[in-house]
């Protein structure tokens, strides 16, 4: 099974919206930013004061990516000379052997290779996915230049193996290297990568400081790991690769740990927005069950690896369960990582927030880790902002396979494929309703995944409808055309959390279609905690961009001691839920998703 | 209102027993480790390498000060001469002008009275209240020397003014100076106490590192002081001394101060079990309602510095409600400071255990704070075994308390004590029972403080039982012998906390007399998380210290999922409790206070 590239999809509606606003509004903002913070000039290898950062080139890479996939539909004739520019730059300061990384060229050439953990081969592969997406773009020149910087990694590393490491502290690498193989179709880029791979964890080799191996996954080989474990963006990094070289090489034991990491990660350590990685140290994975509500580092950029994972794990075994993790981890933290109006971002995602607590910590000088409750336009490690765009930009990736003459519909975003010999058509009102209208026309099989929160759907076609349980998949031969409306019935529904989690066990959760859904404390009032929801009903409003939902709840009343042996009152109330995407939109403010 | 000194009575029963294993088990046990670990050779003031440390003395005056309570009662030869050494060597070391300090005279003595922040002034209290208990015990060469290191500290601080600080950053100093006023009758003590008290917060002096002024409390003047923050052995210390002073001064804005504080403390920022301050950031107060459990610092020493505040404000205003607060400090957080055997000890007292993720965090290198499970001999920073020897060496003053004719019966502890017109025996089966089997002979008022957890008691008197609803005293005349029982009816109830505690908000904890008690994996069959308790009534069974409780529970269980849309089912089980003061007595084990 292969993905319908993005080349061969236009995207629409939500979504289409989403991506407008990362290409007019995202794009410039961080292009500014970076700018100003010194990311583009450190592309010309001359020393600053203070100094550029070792990973400065993947963020500049990761921009490149997203302008990429963007200016093509959002021509912006500014940010196309900004993009040639940059490439200049690179193309300029790259060494004749092949070589280019800004921080070791101009603060430390004699350390070439030198230091696992400072991030080499993880800008290289974020450079290396820029330049394919440049390719297929139109800006042709970096590729033939990141080629020659892959031969001289595979030369260095696998031929010679003369460098001073094995493999790098963060992958990346890896999975840039199989696409590069996927692209061009040169095979020594897919042996570099299964031996970037392999080795990974055969011996000792440089850790962070203070660290153990686990924390880069280095603690077995890859193929023994079982748990999902250490700095999350890494591992999920790691196991996208181990998906995409599996699938790629049919190499089934690969395939079968990231199977069993996916499971681990999503049966055990997985936020109910698609969250990754809980541990504020280090960015890490906790223990199973361990997922802290107020205090959830989830990353946006390791809810953007699980998705990736997800996307490769699918297109090597086409479970849907896959799509839905990704549909999850999408529509909630991926979308919650960025302000509406595309110009500020979360770095880390909490489940919960509590102004007062913040304050205090801010006030009264407790250190003790605290999230930001305002998205900011750039962080000091700004990996997340391009990340965000280069992933909205290529969206065109994740919405529909092929396999011979079967067309697979992963996702309901309104857009458009055209196959061969099938042109395939939706229009979605995914995720504020759950009607998608569909127009095929030509011949093949159509496979339509129907989402895991979806349990009764209905179809309308010439004016009948016919409502039914909700199957896994709605399969049909097209054959001429065909023109339906298939509606997923979202409704709002409770999710109930395992009882082993840390603080959600005995709550509850809502959800309408594939939105987590959240109270703000400016829709109610302040006090959030105490709040029951008795019913699984409400109504719904739209406001623009939100969606308002009214539910029925009590609000649990003790009396104002701190204990009491009165048991408490429960006062009859509503709540209003938006969705957690929407969040933290309206200035710092209370929030929480798991109720009494 | 005074306190009937500990001199003036006898405990045996529970509180006999704990008294004993202090005096015999945690006495030389911890005088064999600080021997060991070089505390008490370093009063020698001779450099040695690791260096001592600046808190040393301190740990050494609570040492002594225990010794005095317990050593009359429970002698012990040994112990006796390591008290007289211990003594010889501070009066050897003691400079001519009366100054001691053996960290100061050995590594900086050009820098005395120069670091508000290194606990100088705080050591010097602590040995001036141990020179006091010494000198009550027989051991009368202290209390001279260390009046005229009182006498040296107001020489420059009051009078000459030429210390290079004002008020020391660990207060301690100002509660030991209104002691030896009450003990000595010298007034000079008195002022150098309430001097340093009222010159707190008027000037902005040297702080921790990164820390800000409320840390140790001088961000506002005493007086002006209305929300509990900072270090929290600070802060109650302080606001002891403030009710100390307050009272013997008749000085009502300090009174008025010190009772706001401990309305805020005990009504926003108190464990279930008496805990003060849960941020393990500095040790100190939280925000208001951010009680986390498995996350509590909860400093033993905090607990213990709350009942000696509750102690001083009760003596001052009479309101039961800090004995109250006193009955719930000790018989939980203060008494879970101990083993059972008195060998090792807590610093910090967690609400809930959860082994997995303490041995998660050590394992995978997570460096975020996690409690540790099991008790230990001695920390690096061994403030707390010493401070619950001289506590329970002290309890005697907490019982009873006089005012005219009129004896207060302000704690259930087996004891007696004869005042100048009455003799007062008790008998009590707390916290195991409830009965309290009282004797009196002689004339005067009596007056029974009934505890806030009774809400029906009994009373048997010549074979007549009468069961009444409980007041909030029991007030009789005595004159001639009355002997009757007073049970106080403890039973199984349900404590449920404000909606707006952080964690504990639609949950219940259960309560037995003043009893909080804890459910621990060894008795439940691993987890704990997930228990609900639909009924408050039980079965309970002694066995030697433990008492066993079985109540009916419900566990949910969502089928394995990390999130599911069906609403988790109830089992029928039961669970057995246990009193959290026994907690951590029989391994590294699961705990939980608060259940669904």
Redesign the interface.
């Known amino acids: 099974m292969k993905s319908v590239g993005h080349e061969r999809v236009s995207i629409g509606g939500f979504w289409g919206e989403v991506r407008r606003v990362s290409a007019q509004a995202s794009l410039p903002n961080i292009y500014r930013r970076f700018s100003e913070t010194g990311l583009f000039s450190a592309l010309l290898c001359r020393k600053t004061d203070p100094p550029s950062h070792i990973f400065y080139d993947s963020d500049v890479g990761k921009w490149l990516e997203g302008a990429a996939y963007l200016l093509g539909e959002f021509p912006n004739a500014e940010l196309s000379k900004r993009v040639s520019e940059t490439v200049d730059a690179i193309l300029a300061s790259q060494l004749p052997c092949g070589y280019f990384n800004s921080f070791y060229q101009t603060y430390k050439p004699d350390k070439i290779f030198c230091e696992r953990t400072e991030h080499e081969l993880y800008c290289a592969g974020h450079l290396i996915e820029a330049a394919i997406a440049l390719s297929e773009y139109g800006e042709g020149r970096l590729l033939p230049a990141m080629e020659r910087y892959a031969d001289y990694i595979y030369d260095r590393f696998f031929v010679k193996r003369d460098a001073k490491f094995v493999t790098c502290g963060h992958p990346e690498i890896e999975l840039a290297l199989a696409r590069l193989y996927a692209y061009t179709g040169k095979e020594k880029y897919l042996t570099l990568a299964k031996f970037f791979l392999d080795e990974r964890g055969k011996r000792r080799e440089e850790l962070y400081e ?3 191996p ?2 880069d996954q280095s603690h077995l080989p890859v193929r023994e790991q079982r748990e999902a ?2 700095h999350a963006v890494r591992a999920l990094y790691l196991y996208t690769a181990m998906a995409d070289v599996g699938r790629i090489a049919g190499d089934r034991e690969l395939l079968l740990a990231a199977s069993a990491l996916f499971r681990n990660a ?3 350590k ?1 936020y ?1 927005t698609g969250g990754m990685g809980a ?4 960015e ?1 994975f ?5 997922l802290p509500n ?1 205090y959830a580092y989830s990353e946006t950029c390791s809810a953007i690896a699980l998705a990736l994972f997800c996307d490769r794990l699918y297109l090597a075994d086409g479970a849907d369960e896959r799509d839905d993790v990704f549909e999850r981890a999408l529509y909630n933290n991926i979308l919650a990582g960025r302000s509406w109006d595309g110009k500020s971002f979360f770095y880390t995602n909490p489940l919960e927030a ?1 102004v ?2 913040v304050r ?2 801010r ?7 605290q999230p930001i409750l305002t998205r900011r336009e750039v962080f000091d490690c700004s990996c997340c902002p391009p990340n965000l765009v280069r992933f909205f930009g290529r969206l065109g990736d994740f919405i529909y396979a092929e396999e011979d003459d079967t067309l697979f519909v992963r996702q309901y975003f309104t857009s458009e494929v055209r196959t061969e010999r099938l042109s395939f058509k939706m229009e979605s009102e995914l995720p504020y309703g759950g009607k998608v209208h569909i127009r095929v026309e030509g011949k093949g099989k159509i496979v339509l995944r129907i989402p895991s ?1 979806c ?1 009764v759907m209905e179809i309308e076609e010439r004016g009948a409808k016919k409502r039914s349980q909700a199957a896994p998949r709605l399969v049909f031969e097209a054959d001429g055309v065909r023109e339906f409306t298939l509606d997923l019935l979202p409704r709002l ?11 959600d ?2 709550r509850k ?1 809502v959800c309408y279609g594939p939105l987590v859904l959240c109270a703000e404390g400016v829709d109610n009032g302040g ?1 959030l ?2 709040l ?1 929801l008795p019913e699984e009903r409400g109504s719904m409003e739209r406001q623009g961009e939100y969606l308002f939902f009214t539910l029925p709840a009590e ?4 009396g ?9 009152v429960r006062e009859r109330t509503t709540v209003k839920l938006i969705p957690y995407f929407l969040w933290a939109n309206r200035g710092e403010n209370d929030m929480q998703i798991w109720f ?1």
């Open positions: 203070g660290r153990v686990i924390y474990v250490g999503v049966s055990t997985m109910i541990s504020y140290d280090g890490c906790a223990g199973e069950y361990e107020e509590d007062r607590h205090y910590a006030e009264y000088g407790d250190r003790r880790y929160w349990d529904r409770f999710v109930y959390a395992n009882e082993r989690v840390t603080e066990g005995g959760a006090l905690r105490g029951a609000r649990i009343r003790t104002g001691e701190l204990y009491s042996f009165h048991p408490p009494l």
